[in-house]
Structures are given as structure tokens and as C-alpha cells.
């Protein structure tokens, strides 16, 4: 996960067919309570706005790190806007576990401008991970290794993501916003060169994180569950011909 800062004096407000700009008022205690008052006035009046979207992929890239030509991407690229003040931002620190010290020096510059979270998700991995019994009794939790990151070649796909992000960086549209790179503060990291390869892959190694899509978002059962939305051979109730 890497982070961009935006200027405190300007945000994105999301919009079905494009992204439009705008300019915001320093925030204060009652932000969060105006910003969703005015996201379900734009969603209700005019079907725009924050609410229109599904979050995570609105904003969301394809790309091979090796061949821009390529049809076949080694990763994805999440894109996650949070405005200062609003605490989604926080919850969504609190979910991944992160070392107080990472979490802290984050919160430190939300405190001065939006956060513009990249994701970088490797669409193939090289090492598969595997669930094992841990022992003979049913109830006693799986023994799960995800092997992430366990080729190096992972690691190499990675930085080469983040270094496109770099480029993109030095776009105008990021450069209009005053984008700059968040520096966390990771001790073991900060010993090293300072944006070297090293640097980032020492990055990654602490702020990685699992990520999952959920399945199965709706319930099967037989024709006597009236909440079953599905038939046990997934053919959907009450529609014809509708798989």
C-alpha cells in the first residue's frame, strides 16, 4: 500500500462518467456529518457522487510492469480517496494491524491533507499457499501459509509498480493537488537509501496485506427457504432462463 497527501485545499468528488475537482473549506468536527448529508443530496438529486459508485473500483488500473503493450497485467492497481477529517480513513488503518509507530506517523500527515491510498495487487502468484490440518480435532483452526512475496520476482513486480506510480505522480493532474508521497516512518526502512530498490521492497514487506473478493453474495437453498435467492443448481428464483 502506498499513500499520496493532497493539498488540504482541494479533494475529488467521484462522478459516474469522469472524475470532477473541486475546492473544499478546511474541515472541522461536524465534517463527516456534512460530507454525508451532501453525498446523499448528490446521489438522490442528481445520481453522482461517492454514492453512485461501488468504493474500491472506481478507481482501479490493469497494467504489465514489463510490457505496456501487454494484454495479460501482472497487477491491479487500487485507488482509495480519503478526505481529511473523515474518519473512514481511521477505520480503515485499524483493519489492517499495522505497527503503532506506521499507524501513528500516517495519522500525522492526515492531519494536513486528503490521502490518496494506491493499492498494488499482483494479479498471479508464484508461490502457492497452502491450508493443513493442524491437528485431529474438527474444531481446532487450519493451519494456514500464504507464501506471499515468497519469489522474489513478486517483490521485483511490485517496485516496478510503484515506480510507474512514482511516474504518474508528475502528471498534471496529480500535480495540480500538490500530490507528494507519504514518508512512513519504518525504522528498519528509513536505515536504508532513501526511494532505492531496497528501500521498497523493505516497504512492501511491512505494509502488505492480504485482500480477498467475496463470493456467493446471495443465498442458495431449496424451494421451501423463502430467503434463498438461488436453487441449489445457482438458477435464480422467480426468472426465467437467468443463470
Known amino acids: 500500500m502506498c499513500l499520496k497527501k493532497l493539498n488540504e485545499e482541494h479533494s475529488c468528488e467521484n462522478n459516474r462518467e469522469n472524475k470532477v475537482l473541486k475546492k473544499i473549506e478546511p474541515l472541522d468536527a461536524d465534517a463527516a456529518n456534512r460530507e454525508m448529508a451532501d453525498n446523499i443530496f448528490l446521489y438522490f438529486l442528481h445520481n453522482i457522487g461517492p454514492m453512485s459508485g461501488i468504493g474500491l473500483t472506481d478507481i482501479v488500473g490493469f497494467i504489465n510492469t514489463q510490457n505496456a503493450s501487454s494484454s495479460v497485467p501482472d497487477v491491479q492497481i487500487l485507488n482509495i480517496h480519503y478526505l481529511r477529517g473523515v474518519p ?3 477505520k480503515f488503518l485499524s483493519t489492517y494491524g499495522f505497527e503503532e509507530e506506521i499507524e501513528k506517523s500516517i495519522l500525522e500527515e492526515y492531519e ?4 490518496l491510498v494506491h493499492g498494488v495487487v499482483l494479479t498471479k502468484q508464484k508461490v502457492p499457499g497452502k491450508i493443513e490440518l493442524r491437528s485431529k480435532d474438527p474444531l481446532d483452526y487450519p493451519k ?8 522474489e520476482s513478486e517483490m521485483d513486480t511490485v517496485v516496478r509498480a510503484i515506480r510507474i506510480l ?3 505522480s508528475k502528471t498534471k493532474p496529480y500535480q495540480q493537488h ?5 514518508r512512513v516512518k519504518i525504522e528498519e526502512c528509513d536505515k536504508l537509501e532513501k526511494d532505492s530498490d531496497d528501500y521498497w521492497k523493505c516497504y512492501v514487506r511491512y505494509m502488505s496485506t492480504t485482500c480477498f473478493h467475496p463470493v456467493g453474495t446471495v443465498k ?3 424451494d421451501s427457504d423463502p430467503e ?3 436453487d441449489p443448481e445457482l438458477r435464480v428464483r422467480g426468472i426465467k432462463k437467468f443463470l
Open 88 to 90: 473512514g480513513f481511521t
Open 112 to 115: 494536513t491533507g486528503d490521502i
Open 144 to 151: 494456514i501459509t500464504a507464501n506471499y512475496l515468497e519469489d
Open 166 to 168: 512514482q511516474e504518474m
Open 178 to 182: 500538490e500530490a507528494q508521497e507519504v
Open 220 to 222: 442458495m437453498g431449496p
Open 228 to 230: 434463498a435467492v438461488v
